[in-house]
């Protein structure tokens, strides 16, 4: 694929208006699909890979069993377990097709994360933009994911074409410092998550070390551009007087 | 074990549904009085009284009169012990009313419960040969009866029932005079003596006028009824004044009792006697809205406080009082306090009055009175303020209503001047009306998605296999949309012109019957006129008429236009298969169907379809009017669980619904279909314009976390959808997690309140499937 095709499509898995806790106002937020982290208690872990994938809500099936004949790769089994007849699936074979979709009336099955382009997000969180400035409040777009920082040249052809809109960006910051210092000048506020102070307990589990999460952002506090840091708090797992420490040090 | 009648009444106040009761019992109107009469002792004198008075006279108004004697004081009920106020009532299972929710229409009979009497109350020979009495006399007698038989055969061939929880129905009657706004102001500053003065006036000038002396001399005669009540209540204040266990109490009931007398022979002077005089008065109408309290009742609430006659608690105490004898009357709907908004004669007082009002809205936690805020530009913040937190704390309460686009769209709807348009009142769940001077009862309702059904199948109904419309070409045998979309209004228009000619008939049949003075008195025109509210007296008759299923309907028309017409994705024989079969063996063309955009997600192709098809209703019912002559004749887009009710009798759809599955609350979106967010339905209903109907109402949903969270951002959104022509919004501040727990331990939840349409409810008491209803709903 060229850079310029590059730029004009990402894998987007939701476009969520009135986001209330993703940056000052009300938002819409764009959520990228894939991430370079695996970060153990992710609350969207469908986010985490790049390609679109298919998603069994267990609870919402009927049991009609009409995906089964629908797909071609076998995704759809059922199973006898037990004296009943089961539903299973198994989504490492799916290649993303849809056709099981198309058949559900239960909104059992749904596929995370579809091809966008620049033209079709800019028309859909164009119809939010009269709510950003309800208030006098300065809401906006935030891009969200997985990780938007693995989209920059879409998120720079984006920001490009709305002038005047404010842009936030929530990020694990683990990427290239040139991908950051190509964003920054699109970036009005980063949401930038310090997970775990100690590297060993970073990779751990989050899956990556964090020496480049910190050099990162370094260089966007001298910068100046401003940023809301995200801590999350996870239950014996970081929540120690050194982390705590590492937090106040930052 | 048989369990006495009022052991079971008891069970359901709890809200505990006996099995032994039959399912067709209306569990209404339970009065919430701590002991209730035990037997039918008031019934059988009151049937006595009639019987002797239709003996007597032949005039409405004086056997209305005598009806009015046996029913007061007898059915007044003592003061309770958390009670400031006098005016506690039970109904009784004959008597008098205005509508069901009074007991019933004119003089009515509660069938089913009087068998049930009869059925299981010991008693000696002679009571029991009076129950038996009751069920034969009042069986062709009673003002429902009568009228159902009355109606002329040429709308009965159109709407032949009014049975429309039990049978597939594209049409009902509904046999109610609905929505007296009586003039409280007028009451207040006349009193009992300035009424009589006029209506001495009136009766000396009958000569000159050649107006009915007769109609002058009973309305008098209700006032004497009027002093028996209070002076009734005021033995009830003396009685607790004399148990009173502290000073306070004591004060408090010889205060009341000062207040019965002084209002027999006085203008109210003070709050409390205001209050006494528009509630006794209220209960012989009988009412169940009650106007625009802060402007009748704004002046003297200031004067007391300012002048130091009772305190801001003690006021407050009164209003909550009120608010809980509003609830006792239990109606279920209704039970309108409207405060706030254009048009008020006293601004500044009565916003005072908002402010204590919305604290009592906020601290009486029950699902009446259905407390209403009317608000404008000029509405201070702290009104506005007060009334976000009743919302917040999950009250459902107030209602909000949009003067800035409401007060226009009320003169362009029925054409009337921006004076007149400002004394818009909603009723019941929704219909509007002008305070003490129109009357515009939603005596019909039309199922907008049953229609369609019948249009699909050529006038058929494939739930009951007969027809319920003219025969006409199906939809398999219509060649474009356009042309079916033709055969469709056809069949609405068919319906909405026999309900308007019903309209106008039950005003006929029962104004001839009942001149419900006590409301007549209070209605603007019907002194003057020398004549009741329904026959002749009032100035500005209006009916309004209900629709249900307008969005389902709308979702429908685009599936068929998208796939039939014009992808050509399905055959019409294969839809109608499919809906037919309820989807079984058709998942596939189903899921199709399912897919087609629908409203309130902002899509222009289904949002349009759903305005087209708004404005062809509204129109054609507003053309009724004159052609019946009406002053007005509008249709309203509201809800009050019939969403659920007629549903069940609707097969399956080409928006995808399944068979009986319930309809879409008023005009928001069908359940579940709204897949944008909040944003995206807010603009699909701002679509729809208010200018042509007369009332629509829309419910929102937020948990607590989005309410309360980041800055009060959801109640600028709110702000926002009115500034941008919003007219109304009822809003609920729950989580689903709140409802699913309350499905699974009802115990705990006794007091989560719930908005369902044009009323509220205790989530816990709700049939089963209005429940799965509510909590399918989206929240935000």
Redesign the interface.
């Known amino acids: 694929m060229t850079e310029q095709a590059i730029s004009q499509c990402a894998t987007i898995f939701d476009i ?3 986001s ?2 993703d940056g000052p ?2 938002r819409t937020t764009v959520f990228f699909k894939g991430c370079p982290l695996s970060c153990l208690w992710c609350h969207n872990p469908e986010s985490n890979a790049a390609r679109p994938q298919l998603m069994f809500h267990s609870k919402l099936c009927t049991g ?1 069993m ?1 995906c089964v004949p629908a797909c071609r790769q076998g995704v759809h089994q059922v199973i006898e377990h037990e004296g009943n007849r089961m539903h299973v699936v198994d989504a490492g074979l799916c290649i993303g097709s849809g056709d099981c979709i ?4 239960y909104d059992a099955l749904t596929l995370v994360g579809s091809l966008m382009t620049v033209d079709e997000v800019i028309d859909r969180v164009s ?2 933009l ?2 950003f400035a ?2 006098g ?1 300065q809401g906006g777009v935030t891009f969200s994911g997985g990780e938007p920082m693995l989209h920059v040249p879409f998120i720079k052809a984006l920001v490009s074409r709305m002038p005047g809109v404010n842009f936030c960006m929530e990020t694990s910051g683990y990427a290239p410092r040139e991908s950051f210092e190509e964003v920054m000048p699109c970036i009005d506020l980063f949401l930038f998550d310090y997970k775990m102070t100690s590297p060993t307990l970073h990779t751990q589990f989050c899956g990556k070390d964090n020496a480049l999460i910190l050099e990162n952002l370094d260089y966007l506090h001298e910068s100046g551009k401003p940023i809301v840091l995200r801590l999350p708090l996870i239950p014996t797992i970081n929540d120690s007087a050194d982390h705590f420490d590492g937090i106040a040090s930052c | 074990m048989i369990r006495s009648f009022h052991d079971k009444m008891a069970s359901l106040r709890d809200g505990i549904l006996p099995t032994c009761i039959p399912a067709w019992r209306n569990y209404m109107n339970h009065w919430k009085v701590r002991n209730p009469r035990k037997d039918l002792s008031f019934e059988i004198g009151f049937t006595k009284a009639h019987r002797e008075a239709v003996s007597t006279y032949t005039h409405p108004a004086q056997i209305e009169l005598a009806c009015l004697r046996a029913q007061y004081p007898a059915i007044l009920m003592p003061i309770e012990e958390n009670d400031v106020l006098a005016g506690r009532i039970q109904f009784g299972l004959v008597g008098y009313g205005i509508q069901g929710q009074t007991g019933g229409t004119g003089y009515y009979i509660d069938e089913p419960r009087v068998t049930e009497a009869l059925e299981f109350q010991s008693g000696n020979a002679k009571y029991r040969e009076d129950l038996h009495d009751l069920l034969t006399y009042w069986k062709s007698r009673n003002t429902y009866e009568r009228v159902l038989r009355g109606t002329p055969s040429e709308i009965r061939a159109i709407i032949p029932t009014e049975q429309w929880k039990t049978q597939p129905v594209a049409a009902s009657p509904i046999i109610r005079m609905a929505g007296a706004f009586i003039d409280f102001d007028k009451l207040v500053k006349l009193g009992i003596p300035g009424l009589r003065k006029e209506i001495a006036e009136a009766l000396a000038d009958c000569p000159n006028s050649g107006n009915d002396p007769v109609f002058y001399e009973c309305l008098d005669g209700s006032l004497d009824v009027l002093v028996e009540c209070c002076l009734a209540y005021r033995s009830f204040a003396q009685e607790e004044a004399r148990k009173a266990t502290t000073t306070k109490r004591k004060q408090e009931m010889e205060a009341l009792s000062d207040a019965c007398l002084a209002i027999c022979s006085e203008a109210p002077s003070s709050l409390l006697q205001a209050i006494e005089l528009c509630w006794i008065y209220g209960l012989m109408c009988p009412l169940i809205e009650f106007g625009r309290m802060d402007e009748y009742l704004g002046d003297l609430y200031v004067h007391d406080v300012d002048s130091h006659v009772i305190t801001e608690d003690q006021a407050l105490e009164m209003i909550q009082s009120l608010f809980h004898l509003i609830d006792s009357l239990d109606s279920e709907t209704d039970g309108r306090v409207i405060v706030g908004g254009y048009g008020r004669r006293n601004p500044a007082n009565a916003d005072r009055f908002c402010l204590v009002a919305c604290e009592a809205c906020r601290t009486v936690r029950e699902i009446l009175p259905q407390f209403t805020l009317r608000f404008g530009k000029d509405t201070p913040p702290s009104v506005w303020d007060a009334s976000m937190r009743c919302i917040g704390e999950g009250r459902t309460f107030p209602l909000l209503y949009n003067d800035e686009v409401l007060v226009p769209a009320v003169m362009q709807a029925f054409d009337v001047s921006r004076t007149l348009a400002e004394t818009y009142m909603p009723l019941g769940c929704g219909e509007i009306e002008f305070n003490h001077y129109s009357f515009g009862s939603p005596n019909g309702s039309l199922g907008t998605l049953k229609i369609l059904e019948l249009a699909i199948h050529g006038g058929l109904d494939p739930v009951s296999g007969t027809y319920l419309s003219f025969k006409s070409p199906t939809l398999e045998e219509c060649s474009t949309y356009e042309q079916f979309l033709e055969l469709y209004k056809s069949h609405l228009a068919y319906f909405i012109e026999a309900q308007a000619k019903y309209e106008v008939y039950l005003y006929e049949a029962i104004g001839a019957l009942h001149p419900f003075m006590m409301v007549s008195l209070l209605y603007d025109g019907c002194l003057s006129e020398g004549k009741g509210i329904f026959n002749g007296g009032c100035q500005y008759l209006a009916g309004t008429l209900e629709l249900y299923g307008n969005v389902d309907a709308a979702n429908s028309l685009a599936a068929i236009k998208s796939l039939v017409f014009e992808k050509k994705a399905m055959s019409a024989r294969e839809m109608v298969a499919a809906i037919g079969n309820n ?1 079984v063996g058709y ?2 063309q ?2 199709s169907m ?1 897919d087609v955009p629908k409203y309130g997600n ?1 899509i222009a192709y289904t949002d349009a379809i759903l305005l087209d098809l708004h404005n062809y209703l509204c129109e054609v019912t507003k053309e009724q009017a004159p052609k019946v002559g009406l002053k007005s004749y509008l249709c309203v887009n509201i809800n009050n669980a019939q969403n659920t009710t007629l549903g069940r009798w609707v097969g399956a759809s080409p928006d ?1 619904r399944k068979s009986g599955m319930p309809l879409a609350n008023a005009n928001n979106p069908a359940s579940g279909t709204d897949k ?5 339905m807010l ?1 699909s209903l701002v679509k729809l314009p208010h200018d042509n109907m007369a009332g629509m109402v829309q419910n929102l949903r937020f948990t607590s976390e ?1 309410w309360y ?6 109640q ?2 709110v ?2 959808y009115f500034d941008r022509g919003g007219a109304q919004a009822m809003i609920t501040v729950v989580g689903k997690k709140d409802l699913e727990q309350a499905i699974a331990h009802p115990e705990d939840y006794k007091d989560l309140i719930v908005r369902i349409g044009g009323l509220s409810a205790r989530f816990v008491s709700l049939k089963k499937d209005v429940q799965q209803e509510i909590y399918d709903r989206t929240s ?1």
């Open positions: 969520q208006s009135f209330l806790h106002g009300i009609c009409q198309k058949v559900c009336c119809k939010d009269r709510y309800l208030k409040d | 989807f998942e596939r189903r899921k399912m902002d995808g944008n967010g909040l944003l995206s603009n989005t969270g980041k800055d009060g951002k959801a600028a959104l702000e926002d935000y």
